[in-house]
């Protein structure tokens, strides 16, 4: 019965050093409801809908739940950053999503608002459009930990006068690239190399006996 300890006990240290997260990429869509004015933006329900790829294609699907922030998002026309406080650390966690056991926040680090009026940049004649992107990354927790590299978000939304100010909305998401992988250090390795030596010959000397 040493024996078997002996190996379980090896195996299970190397598995620590060399395990590392998960990198998260890849791209989803969405629709959503928000209100928006000249200066504000604020966030009510979303679900996945249409397009999902990459890592994301695993765990979400049609439907996902989408939980914003709560209250509203300032803004000003062109480049903003999140206003600090009441946000930290320079990001604001602008949404949440949960599918699979695994949970994704995409976190903004910035965001470039375009608030229209008078019909351009595909904002139907008559209507008043908000069109936002926002760059950051996403983390995730849950089956893996794991971090994007630069993504963005973004979404259209218009309000068309005579109707509710709430209005459906297009989201997207994606991902432009990847985080390299957590690799052992090599004393890191050196260190398990002469913990899994000691144990080995601790069981020898044990049988020996």
Known sequence: MLKHLVILSALAVGSVAVAHADPISGFFSATGTDTFTSSTITFYSGAVAGTIGGTFASYLTDN????????????????????????TGGTVPLFTTTGGGETFTFNMSDYTAQYITNGTNGCTSGSTCLVVTGDGLFTGEGVFSGTSGPATFSFTSQYVAGQPLTTITSFSASTAAVAPSTVPEPASLALVGSGILGLAGLARRRFNV
């Open 64 to 87: 996902t739940p989408i939980n914003f922030l709560s209250g509203d998002l300032p803004y000003h026309d062109g480049f903003n950053t999140p206003p600090n406080p009441p946000f």
